[in-house]
C-alpha cells in the first residue's frame, strides 16, 4: 500500500488540527443531542476526531504527516514519542472499524446503533484526553 505525504502548508499546526478536531467533536455532541443524523455519521466523525488529535500529536512531535488513517498505525509511529499510547488500544480497535463501514454499504450489514455511536464517541475523547496530556506536559 502506497502512503502518501500530506502536503505542508504553513499555517497547519498543532493547534489548527486541534481545532478541527474540537470541531468533530461538536458535531459529535449536536449529533447525539438532537438525533437528527443516522448513528453511523457519529461513529465516523468519532473516529475522524480521534484521527485529528493523533496527527496534532504528530506534528507536536515534528512527525511527517501522511495520509493514514489506521488509528494503529498512526499510534506505531507515535510510539517512539508515547510508549504508553497502546494503553488506547481498546479505543483504537473500536473506532478503526468506523473509517470505512460507515461509509460504504454492505461492510456493516446490522447497521450502527446509538450505542455504537456513544462508544465510539467515549473512545474518541479517551484520546482527545491522552492527547492533550502529552502536548501540555
Known amino acids: 500500500m502506497v502512503e502518501f505525504c500530506m502536503k ?13 478536531a ?3 467533536e461538536l458535531t459529535c455532541i449536536s449529533f447525539f443531542t438532537h ?3 443516522p448513528p453511523s455519521a457519529a461513529c465516523f466523525i468519532a473516529q475522524q ?3 485529528k488529535y493523533l496527527k496534532a500529536l504528530y506534528i507536536f ?4 504527516l501522511h495520509k493514514i488513517h489506521d488509528l494503529k498505525k498512526l499510534a506505531t509511529i507515535l510510539e517512539k514519542h508515547a510508549p504508553d499510547i497502546f494503553d488506547l488500544e481498546e479505543e483504537f ?4 472499524k468506523y473509517y470505512a463501514t460507515t461509509r460504504y454499504p454492505g461492510d456493516f450489514p446490522e447497521g450502527f446503533s446509538w450505542k455504537d455511536a456513544e462508544e465510539a464517541f467515549e473512545a474518541a475523547k479517551h484520546i482527545k484526553d491522552f492527547v492533550l496530556k502529552k502536548i501540555t506536559n
Open 93 to 96: 480497535n473500536i473506532l478503526n
Open 35 to 37: 438525533r437528527d443524523a
Open 8 to 20: 505542508p502548508q504553513d499555517d497547519v499546526n498543532v493547534n489548527t488540527w486541534i481545532k478541527v
Open 49 to 51: 476526531m480521534a484521527e
Open 22 to 24: 474540537d470541531n468533530d
Open 61 to 64: 512531535f515534528g512527525e511527517q
